[in-house]
T-cell receptor, first 116, second 112 residues
Framework: EAGVAQSPRYKIIEKRQSVAFWCNPI?????LYWYQQILGQGPKLLIQ????????DSQLPKDRFSAERLKGVDSTLKIQPAKLEDSAVYLC??????????????FGPGTRLTVL | KQEVTQIPAALSVPEGENLVLNCSFT??????LQWFRQDPGKGLTSLLL?????REQTSGRLNASLDKSSGRSTLYIAASQPGDSATYLC???????????FGQGTRLTINP
């Protein structure tokens, strides 16, 4: 079974530029999560999708971050414009469902973003 | 608001030693607690998941315990090996919630 795929693996941009990350979850997984992990900290949930609907985006900085999962499969996370403090690893995870059996989250390798 | 703390932030031990990693959480109304492993440049791998009704879970050389009333969990690693070197993260899922709240992790180094 293929795991969660993310691209690019690394990205370096100047502040005020825009950037987009892509995630392809495990086939058949209805729930998709985007996390931000700043160096030395644990991951923080940015947004959770159930199929193509948003379940939780309470910690997403909506003035600059956006995410979509149009067909309920792959997803993109965008930052526009980027700030220095956005430098982090962006992790995507998926689970078969959001609760009960099949809730286990499987993580992708992440995208390391550096904002200069 | 749930807060998860892991102590120590970093730990270095010689190969073969048994060790304990600690995790504490502020709100005892949790649904479950999970321990993850993170290798450099890679995503997280789930090691053990303890439901709120359970006291411990074991997998190979790993044993995780949960004391919900005191807001604590420990991850015990027996007979440590250099391949155990990684960052270990604990995360809690609150009752009625779907998201995980992570601690900051413990970076473990096992010296040959």
């Amino acid at each position: 079974e293929a795991g969660v795929a993310q691209s690019p693996r690394y990205k370096i941009i100047e502040k005020r530029q825009s950037v987009a990350f892509w995630c392809n979850p495990i086939s058949g997984h209805a729930t998709l999560y985007w996390y931000q992990q700043i160096l030395g900290q644990g991951p923080k949930l940015l947004i959770q999708f159930q199929n193509n609907g948003v379940v939780d985006d309470s910690q997403l900085p909506k003035d600059r971050f956006s995410a979509e999962r149009l067909k309920g499969v792959d997803s993109t996370l965008k930052i526009q414009p980027a700030k220095l403090e956005d430098s982090a690893v962006y992790l995507c995870a998926s689970s078969l469902r959001a609760s009960g059996g099949g809730y286990t989250q499987y993580f992708g390798p992440g995208t390391r973003l550096t904002v200069l | 608001k749930q807060e998860v703390t892991q102590i120590p932030a970093a730990l270095s031990v010689p190969e073969g030693e048994n060790l304990v990693l600690n995790c504490s959480f502020t709100d005892s109304a949790i649904y479950n607690l999970q321990w993850f492993r993170q290798d450099p440049g890679k995503g997280l791998t789930s090691l053990l998941l303890i439901q709120s009704s359970q006291r411990e879970q074991t997998s190979g050389r790993l044993n995780a315990s949960l004391d919900k009333s005191s807001g604590r969990s420990t991850l015990y690693i027996a007979a440590s090996q250099p391949g155990d070197s990684a960052t270990y993260l604990c995360a809690v899922r609150d009752q009625g919630a779907q998201k995980l709240v992570f601690g900051q992790g413990t970076r473990l180094t096992i010296n040959p």
